[in-house]
């Protein structure tokens, strides 16, 4: 596609539920970031991928988040035990090489009830 | 750890009026700096990348400057329209990792009819 692809646009889900959201990067673009973004806030880091390796994963919050990049392309964002406080917009980015331009996803809202 | 800081976070113009958006950071070493647009509930949009070695990009009626020594860039927009209303994020990329974009809270831009 055109640009970076998220899916699902909104999720909503159980506390202590199991969520997965997928992110579709610009072709050929090998730095792929996931960030999060809560209301009025600017978005923080997650996790980096260079490739098919998680080359920085020190935004994650706790062992609950875990994410892949298996191809080098497509990457998920898992959540287990879901949390009220995991609630937030997640936003995917890509560049082409680490200090290149960033594109950004239209991200996925996630609401933990 | 790079702080950013952006001022005003909030600002209201009438059309056709000129705008500066500031943006501050406490570490100057860094890749670059990227601009974006966020509209409600979207995700980013990149407006403008400014490289460690330049002084300033334009786009239309954009135009971005970069003062790394001082830790500054400012967004102009030349004759505001409504359209352009929309929080407006800066974003820096250290160079000591280079990882991750460390993004301030937005200005929050309205362009009053």
């Known amino acids: 596609g055109a640009g970076v692809s998220q899916t699902p646009s909104n999720k909503v889900t159980e506390k202590g539920k199991y969520v997965e959201l997928r992110c579709d990067p610009i072709s050929g673009h090998t730095a792929l970031y996931w960030y999060r973004q809560s209301l009025g806030q600017g978005p923080e880091f997650l996790i980096y991928f260079q490739g098919t390796g998680a080359a920085d994963d020190s935004g994650l919050p706790n062992d609950r988040f875990f994410a892949v990049r298996p191809e080098g392309s497509v990457s998920t964002l898992k959540i287990q035990r879901t949390e009220r406080g995991d609630s937030a917009v997640y936003l995917c980015a890509s560049s082409f090489w680490r200090d290149t331009e960033a594109f950004f996803g239209q991200g996925t809202r996630l609401t933990v009830v | 750890k790079q702080e950013v800081t952006q001022i005003p976070a909030a600002l209201s113009v009438p059309e056709g009026e000129n705008l500066v958006l500031n943006c501050s950071f406490t570490d100057s070493a860094i890749y670059n700096l990227q601009w974006f647009r966020q509209d409600p509930g979207k995700g980013l949009t990149s407006l403008l990348l400014i490289q460690s070695s330049q002084r300033e990009q334009t786009s239309g009626r954009l135009n971005a400057s970069l003062d790394k020594s001082s830790g500054r860039s400012t967004l102009y927009i030349a004759a505001s329209q409504p359209g352009d209303s929309a929080t407006y994020l800066c974003?820096?990329?250290?160079?000591?990792?280079?990882?991750?974009?460390?993004f301030g809270t937005g200005t929050s831009l309205t362009v009053i009819p």
């Open positions: 974003a820096v990329r250290p160079s000591n990792t280079g990882n991750q974009f460390y």
